[in-house]
């Protein structure tokens, strides 16, 4: 269990030491990247995504985040050269949404055997977590959200080690902000190897980029996936995620929130997706990208 003790800023961290990570011994092969409309987007499985993610973190020093890329993502990126660059140098930006896959078909990248899913690539690093000694750190959700999922995570994953947990304040804070600045020393000072950024696109992948050579841990940006594993927010069933359909659940849950996404950047992607076939997209001249 974790033992919590309390401060006013909504974070925790455990303060016993914790156990050194076992580092993968095996080389890593290079990462094979495509570029999706300027985004280069990591073509790998969850297995890979996995092993890169534990191998970097066994190096504990700051620098790493992953992102979780779908079009929505895709399509804010081709508009925005900076939000592009955050996501380009990721350690990992992982295929997120089955559209990332069939473009893998389209544009003659790898044959993907599926997507990989924040919330589920969540849920398979804590299981490699677990096994080999690497503790985590949840952070974001509202306040309660990332306790309850700690003892989720927790039931699920005996062995599993949670540092500590933090449901930092909603809304814009500089960089220089002396709470944000805590919550980073926290993380840093409670051993963890990995840390889960629940934040919400595009903000997580900007904080995890900017405060990337601060936080030692690995992030991992996954969106709404602490509201998934709680129960908070119910996920797409398994065929529509499956069919590529998980975004019409979701508009149907929020349709005021999300129709603008879906309509313009849905849109938006499929006609960019087809330039770049044809040639035509000036972001899309290099296809594919290796480490």
């Known amino acids: 269990m974790i033992r919590i003790v309390s401060d006013t800023t909504n974070c925790f961290q455990r303060r016993e030491p914790m156990p ?16 999706i ?55 990992l930006t992982v295929p997120d949404g089955m559209p990332l896959v069939w473009a893998h078909h389209i544009l003659g990248g790898r044959k993907l055997p599926g997507r990989v899913y924040g919330p589920t690539l969540m849920l398979e690093l804590c299981a490699a977590a677990a096994q080999r000694g690497a503790p985590i750190y949840l952070y974001g959700g509202a306040p309660g959200v990332p306790e309850q ?18 449901a930092p304040p909603f809304g814009e804070r500089p960089a ?32 995890m980029a900017l405060h990337a050579p601060n936080i030692v841990p690995v992030q991992i940006g996954v969106g709404a996936a602490f509201n998934f594993h709680t129960g908070t927010v119910p996920q797409a069933p398994a065929w529509m995620q499956g069919a590529g359909l998980e975004w019409l659940h979701r508009f149907c849950s929020e349709p005021r929130r999300l129709w603008k996404r879906y309509v313009f950047h849905n849109s938006h992607f499929v006609a960019r997706l087809a330039l770049q076939r044809a040639g035509l997209d000036r972001t899309g001249t290099e296809e594919r990208v290796r480490d």
């Open 20 to 35: 050194e990570l076992h580092p993968n011994t095996t080389p890593l092969p290079p990462i094979e990247r495509l570029n």
């Open 37 to 91: 409309l300027g985004t280069h987007i990591a073509s790998v499985t969850y297995v890979e995504a996995v092993e890169a993610v534990l191998a970097r973190a066994s190096e504990r020093k700051p620098g790493a985040y992953v992102c979780a890329a779908n079009v929505h993502c895709v399509s804010m990126a081709r508009h925005d050269p900076s939000y592009r660059a955050v996501l380009n140098e990721a350690l």
């Open 149 to 166: 999922l700690a003892k989720i995570l927790q039931q699920g994953h005996p062995t599993l080690r949670v540092a500590g947990v933090c």
């Open 176 to 207: 220089d902000d002396p709470g944000l600045l805590r919550e980073i020393e926290t993380i840093n000072a409670s051993g963890a190897q990995i840390v889960f950024v629940a934040l919400g696109a595009p903000k997580q992948e900007r904080f």
